[in-house]
């Protein structure tokens, strides 16, 4: 996110991007290798930049592109390509993590906005059948038990047991 904020505050000169993503992986995470992930998600979200940013004015159509601000308008970038154009990331977990990130580094609405942009881009691509594989199969909660080999389910749920009296 700093690093496609830096690119958008300095006019979008997509020359620097690696200059920028290189400067930033080495001021806050210098020990950490990410195996390229940073710059290729950078990449591809100043690849469809344009069609981006469509999305988000079609989609927010009371906040021109221009006026939403920096910070916000490039979470709304990170989540609008995880969640149109990246089939390896499920759209529940790119609107949560945009949401997060926005509520971290945005202003007090952010969050709100974020999760309502977002969301109406999800609902419009559940009814246009537009559901990525991804999202098709089936994720356990996380706070979900592994399944345990060879079990049936039950048709019931269990009833919890009270604790021993002692």
Known sequence: MQSLYQWD?????NERIPDIVESNLQEFAPDFDDKGFAVALIDSIVAKAADIDKLIAAFAPDWPIEQ???VDRNILRIGVYELKFSEAIPSKVAINEAIELAKTFG????GRFVNGVLGAIYKD??????IKEIDKIEHPPKNAAPPVEGAVPSAEPEKPVP???G
């Open 125 to 130: 691509m559940v009814a246009k059948n537009e």
């Open 68 to 70: 939403i601000t920096n």
């Open 163 to 165: 604790p021993a009296q």
């Open 107 to 110: 202003g007090e609405s952010s």
């Open 9 to 13: 505050f300095n006019g979008k000169q």
